[in-house]
Nanobody
Framework: QVQLVESGGGSVQAGGSLRLSCATSRSIFSFSTMGWYRQAPGDERELVALITTGRTTSYADFVKGRFTISRDNARNTVYLQMNNLKPEDTAVYYC????????WGQGTQVTVSS
């Protein structure tokens, strides 16, 4: 059974930083792409950042220059470094990996206060 477990969420003031982690139960090389998504109350889930096995990255426009996605293959973990956080970044952040199908983590809450 494939599991993705997020951690690192919390509450922070605007301008602060958090680093999210997503640990996989399967070798990270199994996943062609891994990504971070977020969902705020009343909104649809939206893409934040993606990273491929070749470490190619892509970002949503609203996080470019502030967030960085990375991966540690030895630890089977994907990270999302979030800097200069804004209140509008408040959401539940989810990790997703694709191996034959999409697998989602349970989510981690990020709350940014002004």
């Amino acid at each position: 059974q494939v599991q993705l477990v997020e951690s690192g969420g919390g509450s922070v003031q605007a301008g602060g930083s958090l680093r999210l982690s997503c640990a996989t139960s399967r070798s990270i090389f199994s996943f062609s792409t891994m990504g971070w998504y977020r969902q705020a109350p009343g909104d649809e889930r939206e893409l934040v950042a993606l990273i491929t096995t070749g470490r190619t990255t892509s970002y949503a426009d609203f996080v470019k220059g502030r967030f960085t996605i990375s991966r540690d293959n030895a630890r089977n973990t994907v990270y999302l470094q979030m800097n200069n956080l804004k209140p509008e970044d408040t959401a539940v952040y989810y990790c997703k990996g694709n191996w034959r199908r999409d697998y989602w983590g349970q989510g981690t809450q990020v709350t940014v206060s002004s």
